[in-house]
């Protein structure tokens, strides 16, 4: 960082503020992980110097030998990992990549189901306020409030009622494995084009720890981020015969110039994805959220869907006579990080909602296991029944960075 401290203080302190803060303490936002310092070498490479509008084989500037080798490495790889027809390694995130799917394969107004925001679903899937919600006609469909799980008759039933070109599944708050076989059977009956969005379970789909959806999906979207621990960014993998509208959505449809450093930094990720001690971490991942989701459970939390299948969980307070807000913000203060979150059938503000979310991605990063998790649960626990309690929060803020310190972040020197 010599550079940058010598050319701008105050971005450097910035970064070396930041750089503490991930160190000493617990990331708990499932949607959040740490990259290797690999991935983090290609993403700050001379890469980003370049400018490749276009594909590979098929680019507007010249110089791109270099560019191309690497961009064919990201898409192989993403092929082989995720089993996958064809692959476009471009889109800048989830956002854009989800948008550029129904560029690419629907009309304006066209009738389209995806999960409500409040009931575990992203904003790309339909909210009323965004791009998709205005451009679309989305019909929502809920988790059944008793359960917290998806009712797939019922999802049956609105298909057959409302007829969409499109079902979207897969979504950023649902702490349950998806029948994504189900879905598809659902789709072919009311002849839907089925989207699935695994943006928070790649890296567990990809290694066999969930199942995936990219055997029976028409288009399947991910971000690189998350379980999968690349970089920033997104692909969409794709059956060969929507292939040619897909990449022209992307580009010159949604995009111009790819970042190809970020591409750099998503092959690295997919080949690090394929070796053996991944999928360790993909089951660690998965054995640390059941893990402390009971322990959770054990201090009289309320679990949406009482546990997990996946990496994360959703909290509902209202029990504890705390908001999300609330217990967001007095866990910042003891070095501990997750999100206010709504619940299904959230009575409250958005903003200030009932409930939090939470998971494992980045803990497991760093090798915390089962043992750590009950620290976690009990630490959240004492957070969240003594919320004003300053002097309780200062010693526990000292518990976690001593913890933090036996488990050193990826590319991260203190």
């Not at 010249?62 to 990201?74: S, V």
């Not at 995130?93 to 679903?121: C, Q, R, W």
């Not at 019909?139 to 007829?163: F, H, P």
């Not at 969240?384 to 991260?412: A, R, W, Y």
Request: net charge negative; proline share 5%; charged share 25%.
């Amino acid at each position: 960082m010599s550079a940058i401290q010598k050319q701008d203080q105050k971005i450097y302190e910035a970064i070396e503020r930041e750089k503490k803060r991930q160190a000493e303490g617990i990331e708990l936002i499932p949607s959040e992980n740490y990259t290797s310092e690999a991935v983090m070498e290609a993403c700050g490479s001379i890469l980003t110097n370049k400018y490749s509008e276009g594909y590979p084989g098929k680019r507007y500037y010249g110089g791109q030998e270099n560019i191309d080798t690497i961009e064919n490495l990201a898409i192989d790889r993403a092929k082989q990992l995720f089993g996958a027809e064809h692959v476009n390694v471009q889109p800048y995130s989830g956002s854009p990549a989800n948008t550029a799917i129904y560029f690419a394969l629907l009309e304006f107004g066209d009738t389209v189901m995806g999960l409500k925001l409040e009931h575990g679903g992203h904003i790309t899937h339909g909210l009323p306020i965004a791009f998709s919600g205005k451009a679309y006609n989305f019909v929502q469909y809920e988790v059944d409030l008793e359960t917290g799980r998806i009712d797939m008759d019922k999802v049956r039933k609105l298909a057959l009622e409302s007829k969409p070109k499109m079902i979207v599944a897969g979504y950023t708050a649902y702490p349950r494995d998806i029948e994504w076989k189900r879905f598809k059977e659902i789709a072919d009956e009311v002849g839907a084009i089925t989207m699935a969005d695994i943006s928070h379970t790649a890296g567990l789909i990809a290694t066999g720890v969930l199942e995936s959806p990219v055997p029976y999906f028409d288009v399947v979207m991910t971000t690189t981020h998350k379980t999968l621990r690349g970089p920033r960014g997104a692909i969409i993998l794709c059956k060969e015969k929507f292939a040619k509208d897909i990449d022209r959505a992307v580009f010159p449809g949604l995009q111009g110039g790819p970042h190809e450093n970020a591409i750099a930094g998503k092959a690295v990720a997919f080949h690090e994805a394929m070796r053996p001690e991944f999928k360790e971490y993909a089951e660690q991942i998965k054995k640390n959220a059941h893990h402390l989701a009971e322990e959770l459970k054990k201090h009289d939390f309320k679990l949406i869907s009482d546990g997990t299948d996946t990496h994360l969980m959703l909290v509902d307070l209202t029990n504890k006579n705390v908001t999300g807000k609330q217990a967001q913000e007095a866990l910042d203060t003891v070095g501990i990080t997750l999100n206010k979150n709504t619940i299904p059938g959230e009575p409250r503000s958005p903003f200030d909602p009932s409930g939090i979310r939470l998971g494992t991605p980045a803990v497991t990063t760093r090798g915390m296991k089962e043992s750590e998790m009950e620290k976690i649960a009990d630490w959240i626990n004492k957070v969240i029944s003594n919320i004003e309690d300053t002097d309780l929060h200062k010693q526990i803020k000292e518990e976690v960075k001593e913890m933090c310190l036996k488990f050193p972040v990826p590319g991260i020197k203190i």
